[in-house]
């Protein structure tokens, strides 16, 4: 596709449920970065991947959020046994060296978690 | 990444230009500045970014101070669509792609009609 897309875009969460959170980066595209928003907040760095390799993960606040992109390509980030404390808004990014060098990092609209 | 300072909101009438100031006085000298805007339930926008030099782009200006201990994104005919929350970020990069960014609470812009 033209841009990032995630899916779903809004998400509601009984506490304790598990849920998936989808990215399909932009073709091509080898960075990929997950960001947690909490209302009126900036976007907080979550994790990151270079390919399918897992390159950096400090930003994930507990072993309940794990992430994967077995294939280099599409990420999903996992929340296990959602806490309230958790509804946010998740966005995905992606990048690429290419050849213009400006560092601009493409996010998608996000996927909204409710908690209940 | 260095920290930058920002004013948490703004008012700027439409078709006027709207000026938005950043501090980051502790920024090296490797140090890129990048600005991203977020319209709502949008995720952030990349508009421009510079090293030392002042830029311009098709969306906005960028005037970094001589010291590059400040700068002030320009966008030169504000409309309702610019409605956003702008943030400033000071950023290493090193062109392999790895550099993700630092968000921190931005600006939050208004045109007012």
């Known amino acids: 596709g033209a841009g990032v897309s995630q899916s779903p875009r809004y998400k509601v969460a009984k506490r304790g449920q598990d849920v998936a959170l989808r990215c399909d980066p932009i073709?091509?595209?080898?960075?990929l970065f997950w960001y947690q928003q909490a209302l009126g907040q900036g976007p907080e760095f979550l994790t990151y991947f270079q390919n399918e390799a897992q390159l950096d993960k400090s930003g994930l606040p507990s072993d309940r959020f794990f992430a994967e992109r077995p294939e280099g390509s599409v990420s999903t980030l996992k929340i296990q046994r959602t806490q309230q404390e958790d509804s946010a808004v998740y966005l995905c990014?992606?990048?690429?060296?290419?050849?213009?060098?400006?560092?601009?990092?493409?996010f998608g609209e996000g996927s909204r978690l409710t908690v209940l | 990444d260095a920290k930058t300072t920002q004013p948490p909101s703004m008012d700027c009438a439409e078709g006027r230009a709207a000026n938005l100031p950043c501090n980051h006085s502790t920024i090296s000298g490797n140090e890129y500045v990048y600005w991203y805007r977020q319209i709502h339930s949008q995720g952030p926008q990349y508009i421009i970014h510079?090293?030392?030099n002042n830029e311009t782009n098709e969306m906005a200006s960028l005037i970094i101070t001589e010291d590059r201990k400040s700068s002030t994104l320009i966008l030169p005919h504000a409309t309702l669509r610019d409605t956003a929350v702008y943030y400033c970020?000071?950023?290493?990069?090193?062109?392999?792609?790895?550099?993700?960014?630092?968000f921190g609470k931005g600006t939050h812009l208004i045109i007012q009609p």
């Open positions: 990014a992606s990048s690429s060296p290419g050849t213009t060098y400006t560092g601009e990092l493409f």
């Open positions: 073709s091509g595209h080898v960075s």
């Open positions: 510079g090293l030392k």
């Open positions: 970020i000071v950023r290493m990069y090193s062109g392999g792609g790895a550099d993700g960014l630092t």
